[in-house]
């Protein structure tokens, strides 16, 4: 059973409009959130955290929104450029670890 | 750059065959984790070291072992091959173990590409 869901495979945005992708966790232990991106023929790359004291963290154009109880957390990136066409992977760890587990990815592509 | 080396960046062999893939990790960083990405499959944690020694581990099979040297550089041996693990296979580090409060992020080597055939 996967404990970190990303539902979507792929989405598609128009550039400089928002891009949102959405993650899904099972298990409450998990406090300490990360995105990753990852482009073709290399190796993931980190863009942002959040940590489960809060709900929201921001940085440049990627914002991270952590709903705890939902266990839910989204990646907002606003505004969308091509550069940002990517694979992009939620990851959790709980309290105790740093076994990160990743989502499946999301394929963003970002249209000029 | 993550400061994370992984070589080699390529590796064909065939099933029944061991393979070793070498990681550096970052300077400084103590810990190293394993992960492996098989065909549109997402990352899947295998195994971490601390400081030489064996933290955690993931969905690591029993033909697959790995060891972290006094210089911190790890090796991930992987032996009775299948075509199976024909996968990406992604090395990390951090600077510590983890535990409370660590709000430690993990940085990527390029990876190393696995065929079997």
């Known amino acids: 059973d996967q404990q970190v869901k990303q539902n979507s495979p792929s989405l598609s945005v128009q550039e400089g409009r928002i891009s949102i992708l959405n993650c899904d966790y099972t298990?409450?232990?998990?406090?300490?959130f990360l995105w990753y991106k990852k482009y073709p023929a290399e190796g993931p790359t980190f863009l942002i955290s959040?940590?489960?004291?809060?709900d929201k963290n921001e940085d440049g154009r990627f914002t991270v929104f952590l709903n705890k109880s939902a266990k839910h957390l989204s990646l907002h990136i606003v505004p969308s450029q091509p550069g940002d066409s990517a694979v992009y992977f939620c990851a959790a760890s709980a309290y105790y670890g740093q076994n990160f587990v990743f989502g499946p990815g999301t394929r963003l592509s970002v249209l000029p | 750059d993550s400061g994370v080396t992984q070589t080699p960046k390529h590796l064909i062999t065939a099933t029944g065959q061991r393979v070793t893939l070498r990681c550096s990790p970052r300077?400084?960083?103590?810990?190293v984790y394993w992960y492996q990405q098989s065909l549109d499959q997402g990352l899947q944690f295998l195994i971490q070291?601390?400081?030489?020694?064996?933290?955690a581990k993931g969905n690591i099979l029993e033909r697959f072992s790995a060891q972290q040297f006094p210089d911190l550089h790890s090796e991930l041996n992987l032996s009775s091959l299948e075509l199976g693990d024909s996968a990406l296979y992604f090395c990390?580090?951090?600077?510590?173990?983890?535990?409370?409060?660590?709000?430690?992020?993990?940085?990527f080597g390029p990876g190393t590409r696995l065929t079997v055939l």
């Open positions: 300077s400084g960083d103590l810990s």
């Open positions: 959040i940590s489960s004291i809060k």
């Open positions: 990390a580090s951090s600077p510590t173990s983890g535990g409370p409060l660590s709000t430690d992020t993990q940085y």
């Open positions: 298990n409450s232990m998990f406090d300490y």
């Open positions: 070291y601390y400081n030489g020694e064996e933290r």
